[in-house]
């Protein structure tokens, strides 16, 4: 079953878009947790636990592990064979020129076991299609960032940088089938416009949450199918994480 169809089998199970981010900075976690990677593997066994009956999808960033360093890898590795079949995305922003891009992909995908991984675009079209090349996973290509500083870059250009992204990655998901984007909650206005461009990609949305986007506008932007909502410091950092992964997944909903 590739990444695509594992998406649509959870939403009709779950009858919702929420991906929940297991964003888990170990100087963040409850007291009662070590703040080591031994600590980040419980505090995640935990909230899996508690909130995998709610989550269509779990993303999981690179960066919190990588900072731990060996024995942080060791942890990704085993929270990602906690959450089993559901559908796990790579949060690693990588990209670099072919050769570099194949090993990010067998990383990704060979080893770590990951169904889909988030990639950057600016190294040009060959450095995507190398992740593109396997079939049975999903690649979420940057196009439009929630932070202050995507003004600098992704906005310039006629087209704009963001719509010349998506217009590549509706060229090459016309071959490969499995290509997406990612676009920041706090720029839900922009969400149509893009999905017009590329309207078979599946749209990662971060930015629900601590970093302020609004679900309402998120999900009026287009058919919820068309869209993965990321939420997590709102969830695993909450007091209930259960009770915020419920109430999240029914402001998520797609009856």
């Not at 505090?43 to 690179?62: G, L, M, Q």
């Amino acid at each position: 079953m590739n990444f695509l169809e594992k998406v649509k089998k959870r939403m009709e199970i779950v009858s919702n878009v929420l991906t929940i981010g297991l964003d888990t900075d170990y100087g963040k976690l409850p007291p009662h947790f070590p703040k080591n990677a031994e600590g980040v593997y419980e505090f995640n066994r935990e909230i899996i636990e508690k909130t995998k009956k709610f989550a269509c999808a779990y993303k999981i960033n690179s960066a919190f592990y990588e900072q731990l360093g060996p024995d942080g890898m060791k942890v990704m590795i085993k929270t990602r064979d906690l959450i089993g079949d559901l559908p796990v995305i790579y949060d690693a922003k990588r990209s670099d020129i072919d050769s570099t891009s194949k090993a990010y992909a067998r990383a990704a995908f060979e080893f770590f076991g990951f169904d889909a991984i988030t990639i950057l675009p600016y190294m040009g079209s060959d450095s995507i299609e190398v992740f593109l090349s396997y079939a049975d996973k999903y690649t979420f290509v940057l196009c439009l960032s929630s932070n202050r500083g995507a003004a600098d870059f992704e906005y310039h250009g006629t087209p704009p940088l963001y719509l010349r992204v998506a217009q590549i990655v509706n060229e090459k998901n016309k071959k490969y089938g499995n290509c997406g984007l990612v676009v920041g909650a706090t720029v839900a206005e922009k969400i149509r416009e893009i999905h017009e461009v590329a309207n078979e990609s599946l749209i990662l949305v971060p930015g629900i949450g601590s970093q302020g986007g609004d679900i309402e506008k998120v999900m009026n932007s287009v058919d919820g199918r068309n869209l993965l909502v990321n939420v997590s410091r709102s969830i695993i950092f909450s007091a209930d994480p259960e009770k915020s992964s419920y109430e999240y997944s029914k402001l998520l909903s797609l009856r």
